[in-house]
């Protein structure tokens, strides 16, 4: 195998093995909507005190649009 073969291997068996593992949470919503204290506030208490999401990696999954998408992604980078 090849150093760039091996390469690509080991990053997508280290990228995989996460995201598999991850329950992956869509977020979407209207583009107006830019309240990130409320959507912070709401999906931290479901992911906090629902037993479904104990001890799982979660993985927010959005469109990355403008509004709910794109904040969405920034409460990725804040949880986990």
């Known amino acids: 195998m090849e150093n760039s073969e091996m390469k690509e291997s080991y990053l997508s ?33 479901l992911f906090e005190n629902s037993a479904y999401f104990k001890g799982i990696t979660i993985k927010i999954i959005s469109g990355m649009a403008k509004g709910a998408d794109s904040l969405a992604s920034v409460m990725q980078m804040n949880i986990n």
């Open 13 to 45: 068996e280290k990228y995989l093995n996460g995201y598999q593992e991850a329950c992956k949470v869509i977020i979407a919503g209207g583009r107006d909507f830019d309240d990130y204290k409320y959507m912070s506030s709401e999906l931290t208490e």
